[in-house]
């Protein structure tokens, strides 16, 4: 038995197959393009795992994945491939569309080929998992409910319109074709791997570089963040145990603004790597232009995970924080080399430094 992974070389994607093979020990079959935010670099201590293969392949590649498919007859796949930040998404929208919507429409055919022609037994136990995000929910008043599954898509960037439309195109392919898919949607992670072009590792690289920490308008947008190897326990219950054809939100109930945040993850440098001049991380923040059409707050209600699949985050903001801030000090050598070429210079053209 196998499982196939997409886009399992990215931030979430490599912890979920490093957690995976440490907690189930099935082999994995790794399907990444290696765009800028992909990186085998994060996958380096399974080099000699034969339990992981890796395939340099895009989602939207047909005849590769009929033949990864047969070769491979994996019994789920789960769905991490996506080009993922909303910045770039407004800059430039067309990959998003390229790999969100129409990879997701090739990845789906793909597997309702092989599904439909797999004997009964293995059909009734294959799954396709769609990895997706709270963002296609749009934003909240600050006396919101948090979203709940039931909640209207209004998606508000090119990003999380992108991914709204491929979760329709799953719940489709359930509705029609019967196919057996599972949708999570998750809200912001943060922990090791995470490519520094996001928030938390963006800000805690800036700080020990000197540099300035862009906070995008007032600071006091929120974000629900879960630490990530928590959201690989949630997929990987929701894999287990999740009823065909069901969203499950996944959720840290960690509301923070962007300040609160920051401010975080300032007094934990100050404390485990101070500044020579002896003062706070905090005079580094810099307030810099909002995003347009940024959304003002996110907030996922996860019970329906914890009621019927027993789901629970093992993390809290504070012992989650510590621990990221941690491993990016304990992990210079994967900082340094993803911190060069496209990446230099996409900083450059978003925040000109
Ligand atoms: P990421 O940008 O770090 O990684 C995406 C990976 O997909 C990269 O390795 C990239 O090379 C690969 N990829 C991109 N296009 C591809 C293609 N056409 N074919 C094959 N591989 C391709 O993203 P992430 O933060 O790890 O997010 C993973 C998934 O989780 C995404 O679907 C995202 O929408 C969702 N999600 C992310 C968050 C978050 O906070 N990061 C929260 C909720 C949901
Ligand atoms: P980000 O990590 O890009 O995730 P998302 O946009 O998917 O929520 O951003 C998290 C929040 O931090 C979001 O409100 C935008 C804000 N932000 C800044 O204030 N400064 C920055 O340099 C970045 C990258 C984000």
Redo the contacts with the bound molecule.
């Keep these: 038995m196998a499982i196939l992974v997409?886009?399992?070389?990215?931030?979430?994607?490599?912890?979920f197959v490093i957690d995976w093979l440490e907690c189930i020990g099935e082999p994995v079959i790794n399907?990444?393009?290696?765009?800028?935010?992909?990186?085998l670099q994060s996958l380096s201590a399974l080099n000699s795992d034969n339990r992981h293969l890796f395939v340099n392949?895009?989602?939207?590649?047909s005849a590769l994945l009929k033949l990864l498919l047969s070769k491979y007859s994996p019994r789920a796949v789960i769905?991490?491939?996506?080009?993922?930040?909303v910045d770039r998404s407004i800059h430039a929208p067309s990959?998003f569309i390229?790999?969100?919507v129409l990879?997701t429409f090739t990845l789906l055919e793909a597997i309702r080929g092989y599904w439909s022609e797999l004997p009964e037994d293995e059909r009734r136990l294959f799954r396709f998992l769609?990895?997706?995000?709270?963002?296609v929910y749009g934003s909240l008043l600050p006396g919101d409910p948090p979203f709940t599954e039931t909640n209207a898509y209004e998606p508000n960037s090119p990003?999380s319109a992108s991914?709204a439309a491929?979760d329709h195109l799953v719940r489709a392919w359930h509705h029609t074709y019967g196919l057996p898919v599972l949708t999570?949607?998750?809200?912001?992670?943060?922990g090791p791997?995470?490519?520094p072009e996001?928030l938390i590792p963006l800000v805690i690289l800036n700080a020990l570089a000197g540099k300035p920490l862009p906070i995008y308008g007032d600071g006091q947008q929120v974000r629900d963040w879960?630490y990530?190897k928590d959201?690989c326990s949630a997929i990987r219950r929701v894999l287990e145990a999740g009823a065909l054809g069901e969203t499950y939100n996944?959720g840290g109930w960690n509301e923070k603004t962007n300040l609160e945040v920051v401010h975080t993850i300032c007094a934990i440098l100050d404390e485990l790597q101070p500044r020579t001049d002896g003062e706070s991380y905090a005079g580094q923040i810099t307030f810099v232009q909002d995003r347009p059409g940024h959304d003002r707050r996110y907030a996922i209600d996860a019970r329906k995970l914890e009621r019927e699949l027993g789901w629970k985050p093992a993390e809290t903001f504070e012992t989650g924080i510590r621990k990221t801030v941690q491993w990016y000090l304990d992990n210079q050598g994967w900082v340094h080399n993803v911190s060069s070429g496209n990446y230099r210079e996409w900083v450059n053209q978003q925040y000109g430094i």
Aim: charged residues 15%; proline residues 0%; glycine residues 14%.
């Design positions: 997409t886009g399992g070389a990215g931030f979430i994607g490599c912890n399907l990444d393009k290696l765009t800028y935010a992909g990186n392949g895009d989602i939207g590649d769905n991490f491939a996506a080009e993922s930040h990959e390229q790999t969100n990879g769609h990895v997706s995000t709270d963002e990003y991914k491929s999570t949607n998750c809200s912001n992670n943060y791997y995470h490519f996001k879960l990530v959201h996944v």
